[in-house]
C-alpha cells in the first residue's frame, strides 16, 4: 500500500505529508513528516499541485491558508483535533469583548475561524518568544492551552487570561506514570511537551516541541528517554537514532484522531481526490495575517 500511494502521488503531481503523530506505516510512506507548522510550509514551497495532509483538521485549514492555490485533501475528513475544537470563533469574540485591550495569541491548534479572530499565532516551540515580544503594558489573551499558557507565564514571568483548553492525549500523562517509568529507568532522561499537565512538566530534563525533542534526543549523550508526548513521534525518534531508546510513559498516550487515517484511506482519498479542505477567502485572508504576525514577533 505504501508503493501504491507512492505511486498515486507520482501520478497526480501530489506531495503527501504527514504529522509526526500519524501511524509509522503513514509516516514512512510520505514525502515529508513534521509538526503541523513545519508540514504547511513545507506544502507551500513545493510545486506539487496537490497537498495530501495525513494529520488533522486545523492543520490542513493551516495549509490551505498558506497554499490556496493549492487542492489541499485531508487524508480522513473525520480527524479533527478536540483541543482545538474547545473553543470557537464566538467564544473567543465573548473574550476579546471582555478585554478590548487585550492582544490575542493563539496556538496554530484552533481552526481557521478562531486564528481569523487572533492577532498572532504561535507554536508550542515559539509561544514563549512570542510573548515576551509583546509591549509589557499589553493585555494578553491566550487560547486555547491552559497548559502551553501556564508554561509560558513561568517562561515569561507575564499574565495571560486564559481559556481552560487541554489535549486530552497529553493529559493521559500524569506524575506518576512519569515517575513509575522513571523508576523503572533511573538512567533515563524525561522530555516533555508543554501540552502536558503542569506537574508533568515540572519533572521533566527538558520540555519542548516535537521538533526541539527531535533535535534533544539527536543532540543528547543519554541513550534513553521518556517522551512525555503522543507516542507516534517515537517512530522517528527510534528511526533516526538507531542506537538509542524512547518510553512512552502511558501507553494512552495517543491521538485517536491522529490514527484514524490509515494508509487505504489516504489512497482512497488521493484517488478521489476527496475531503478538500477550502476557506471563504475572507476568513483565510484574517487567519493568513495571524499566521504571517508570528514571523515579526520570534
Ligand atoms: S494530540 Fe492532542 S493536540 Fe494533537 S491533534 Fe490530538 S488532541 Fe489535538
Redesign the pocket.
Known amino acids: 500500500m505504501q508503493e501504491e500511494l507512492r505511486e498515486l502521488a507520482r501520478e497526480k503531481n501530489a506531495l503527501v505529508i504527514a504529522h509526526n ?1 500519524q501511524r509509522s506505516e503513514v509516516q514512512d510512506a510520505a514525502d515529508f513528516t513534521g509538526d503541523s507548522l513545519e508540514l504547511s510550509r513545507t506544502a507551500a514551497r513545493t510545486g506539487a499541485e496537490i497537498i495530501l495532509f495525513c494529520g ?1 483538521h486545523f492543520m490542513a485549514e493551516t495549509a490551505h491558508i498558506l497554499s490556496p492555490q493549492k487542492k489541499v485533501l485531508l487524508a480522513e475528513i473525520k480527524a479533527g ?4 475544537d474547545m473553543i470557537t470563533a464566538g467564544d473567543l469574540r465573548r473574550m476579546k469583548a471582555e478585554h478590548p485591550e487585550a492582544l490575542v495569541v493563539a496556538y496554530v ?1 484552533t481552526s481557521a475561524a478562531v486564528k481569523a479572530e487572533t492577532d498572532i499565532c504561535c507554536t508550542s516551540a515559539n509561544a514563549a518568544t512570542v510573548v515576551a515580544n509583546i509591549p509589557a503594558d499589553r493585555e494578553i489573551i491566550f487560547v486555547p492551552d491552559r497548559n502551553l499558557a501556564l508554561y509560558v507565564e513561568k517562561k515569561t514571568g507575564r499574565k495571560l487570561i486564559k481559556w481552560d483548553g487541554f ?4 493529559e493521559y500523562i500524569t506524575v506518576e506514570t512519569i515517575l513509575k517509568t522513571k523508576a523503572e529507568r533511573p538512567e533515563a532522561l524525561v522530555i516533555a511537551h508543554p ?1 502536558c499537565l503542569p506537574e508533568v512538566q515540572d519533572l521533566a530534563d527538558a520540555l519542548e516541541s516535537t521538533s526541539g525533542m527531535i533535535r534533544f534526543a539527536q543532540q543528547s549523550e543519554a541513550k534513553t528517554f521518556i517522551i512525555a508526548t ?1 507516542m507516534g513521534l517515537n517512530h522517528r525518534l527510534k528511526k533516526e537514532n538507531p542506537d538509542k531508546e524512547f518510553i512512552s510513559p502511558t501507553k494512552k498516550a495517543i ?1 485517536p ?2 490514527k484514524m487515517t490509515t494508509l487505504r484511506k489516504a489512497i482512497e482519498t488521493l484517488r478521489q481526490e476527496r475531503y478538500e479542505i477550502r476557506l471563504d477567502e475572507e476568513t483565510r485572508l484574517k487567519a493568513l495575517a495571524a499566521v504571517e504576525a508570528m514571523v515579526s514577533y520570534i
Open positions: 503523530y488533522v483535533c478536540p483541543m482545538a491548534n489535549c486530552p492525549t497529553h501540552e503522543e491521538c484522531n491522529m
